[in-house]
């Protein structure tokens, strides 16, 4: 790697530098931390730029549909349901992906159900990163009994199989908002942040500036957030970052089998469930919103990966 | 080893107790009276309705209905449907088509995962690696149930006529492996990467460089000396993912119409029937905690310095 850093690449880090967390060969006189050092890596890494400017597309999707088509997702005019096959030319305009069954713009569901996935995936990840890190963290700080009950709390929750897990919560609700999808997904999802920070915590709390904050007198509030937190949440970011495209992947899936979302909503797993209807006529109604999902699914995994490569001391 | 078994049965007592406690909760605590659901939109007969719920136990109190599930499971009694039926009479038939649906998914996850990621490890940096990290990456991102319809167009009576779209006879291999792929997809490619990811490291270990300088055969080098101590972490994975590929076939299943547990459940729960659900979960989650057990007794298999006393 070019030791060639300016200070432009410094500001910016909230952390002090990592000599005592592991594995990072910190030049002595070009003190870097983990952050600026793997802000470094990650801008030169193709995976990343390219993931990131696809989450920035369907971030700008999710939170402005208006800006990409003019039409509603829930209009739907049957003098279309015969004209149904993709006008592949037609960019942007509502016959470009064609019409469903229903006489519906294929192209103004796709954009609109953008937002349905990335709230469902965004919060959801929150949810159980919040949950997940602050049960991790608990646990590896204290040790002890404390460990072993949340330890084994965290047994007992990754033994359910998540999808079975989420499919029995979800089937007791009648209505089913983003939000309850997302509680339910982040009920069960919690547990795998938990095991990453739980162990990430446990080797960063042997370290000296640890010994050094306790013995003068932090409390154990100020030693966990500002000593042990930042030098320990690398993993977790990605963890959560990978399960991400996880979450959205499986907020389809509840809505393809019918208790996920439900139809007011514009989601891409309820349009993939209607078109297996009239797939062997019409396998576009089925295509485009599958690609838009496996593009979102993608994006986030690819940035998952670029950021683990670059925050992973092991790879280099 | 026996002692070291010994501990971790016991070990897996309260584990077993709070998940099952926990989907017994999940199941029966959560709004949703499935008994007052028979009458569907008409008004329900109050004497019946009573009756009914004395003779599943469901106007007991919570901890008391736990514990008659309990003594019954001891017993391997799993309790009825609300059609009078023994749920473990339904599961004997269910779940011998799961299992066979997940033997063959996991032997594709397991040859072609492992033969994969070898194939990528061993050229890491180099085209194939690159081609064979683009496809997981692709397999991994697509949905299970986007891909299965794409699989299912192409190769079914619409595309290529390999293959009947949905599976009529279970026994029959050649029909199950479509829906095996489909089940096993994301897995393989987790698989892959996994094996890759080991094997790239260990090839530049010093025993792989000793076992090549002293002239062994290659095909010895590569099964013996790498792929052994590569193992280890793509064990770890297949075993926890065996009970995921058993509660993961509810979509697969679906699709391809193969009567197994998927389906049992998947009606279970539209019929809020909670006996069927929880009998479900029940056994998946004793394949997980018994897969969690092989697992650990076969890193003394593959790495000889782990030792259980």
Redesign the interface.
């Known amino acids: 790697m070019p030791d060639t850093i300016t200070a432009a690449d410094a500001p910016g880090a909230p952390t002090p530098p990592v000599e005592a967390t592991g594995g990072i060969p910190v030049k002595a006189e070009k003190p870097r931390s983990l952050w600026s050092d793997a802000w470094y890596d990650l801008r030169r890494n193709p995976i990343f730029v390219i993931s990131g400017v696809l989450i920035l597309i369907i971030l700008t999707v999710a939170v402005a549909p208006g800006l990409f088509t003019g039409t509603s997702p829930r209009d739907g005019d049957l003098v279309h349901h015969f004209l149904s096959n993709p006008k592949l030319t037609h960019f942007f305009k509502d016959d470009w992906f064609g019409y469903d069954n229903q006489g519906r713009s294929v192209y103004a569901r796709t954009v609109f159900g953008a937002r349905a996935s990335v709230i469902v995936g965004v919060l959801t990840t929150l949810l159980s990163t919040v949950v997940g890190g602050l049960v991790g963290m608990l646990a590896g700080y204290f040790g002890g009994w404390i460990d072993a009950v949340l330890s084994?709390?965290v047994?007992?929750?990754f033994?359910?199989?998540?999808?079975?897990?989420s499919?029995?919560?979800l089937?007791?609700?009648?209505e089913r908002s983003p939000l309850i999808v997302s509680l339910s997904l982040a009920f069960l999802g919690w547990t795998q942040t938990a095991r990453v920070m739980r162990g990430s915590v446990i080797s960063v709390k042997q370290a000296d500036y640890v010994h050094a904050a306790q013995a003068l007198g932090a409390g154990t509030p100020r030693i966990l957030f500002r000593h042990i937190l930042p030098n320990a949440v690398a993993p977790v970011i990605v963890v959560s970052t990978i399960s991400l495209?996880a979450y959205i992947?499986a907020e389809?899936?509840l809505s393809?089998?019918g208790?996920g979302l439900q139809d007011p909503t514009v989601s891409w797993g309820i349009d993939?469930d209607s078109a297996?209807a009239v797939?062997?006529n019409d396998?576009h109604v089925?295509f485009f919103p599958?690609i838009a999902?496996?593009?979102t699914?993608?994006a986030f995994?690819?940035l998952g990966?670029a950021v683990r490569d670059a925050l992973d001391p092991k790879l280099r | 080893m026996g002692r070291y078994v010994a501990r971790r049965l016991l070990q897996m007592i309260p584990v077993f107790l709070g998940t099952t406690l926990l989907i017994f909760l999940m199941v029966y605590a959560l709004p949703g009276d499935p008994i007052r659901a028979l009458w569907g939109e008409k008004a329900a007969d109050p004497v019946a309705l009573a009756a009914l719920r004395h003779k599943y136990g469901l106007d007991l109190p919570m901890w008391h209905q736990y514990w008659n599930y309990l003594v019954k499971l001891a017993h391997l009694d799993f309790g009825t449907t609300y059609s009078d039926r023994p749920v473990s009479q339904a599961m004997g038939i269910a779940f011998p088509v799961t299992i066979r649906l997940t033997a063959v998914a996991f032997t594709i996850e397991l040859v072609l995962g492992i033969g994969l990621g070898l194939f990528a490890g061993m050229r890491a940096g180099r085209a194939a690696d690159t081609i064979v990290l683009i496809f997981t990456l692709v397999v991994i991102s697509v949905p299970v149930f986007v891909l299965a319809f794409i699989l299912r167009q192409v190769f079914s009576t619409q595309g290529l006529n390999w293959v009947t779209p949905t599976v009529q006879n279970s026994y029959d291999v050649t029909q199950l492996l479509l829906p095996a792929f489909v089940l096993a997809s994301a897995s393989l490619a987790y698989v892959a990467r996994l094996t890759r990811t080991t094997v790239a490291e260990n090839l530049r270990a010093d025993y792989l460089r000793t076992a090549v300088a002293k002239g062994l055969p290659r095909r010895r080098v590569i099964g013996v000396h790498l792929l052994r101590n590569s193992l280890i972490p793509v064990v770890t994975f297949l075993g926890t993912d065996l009970g995921a590929l058993m509660g993961g076939a509810i979509i697969t299943e679906g699709i391809f119409n193969i009567q197994g547990v998927g389906l049992l459940l998947f009606q279970g729960l539209q019929r809020r029937e909670g006996a069927t659900v929880v009998g479900v979960a029940t056994v998946l989650v004793l394949v997980y905690l018994a897969t969690s057990l092989i697992v650990d007794l076969l890193y003394a298999v593959l790495d000889p310095r782990i030792r259980y006393a």
């Not at chain 1, 089937?171 to 009648?174: C, K, L, Q, T, V």
């Open positions: 084994r709390l047994d007992v929750f033994g359910i199989p998540f999808l079975l897990g499919l029995v919560v089937n007791a609700f009648s495209g992947s389809a899936t393809f089998l208790i993939i297996t797939i062997r396998p089925l599958a999902l496996s593009i699914v993608l995994i690819m990966d």
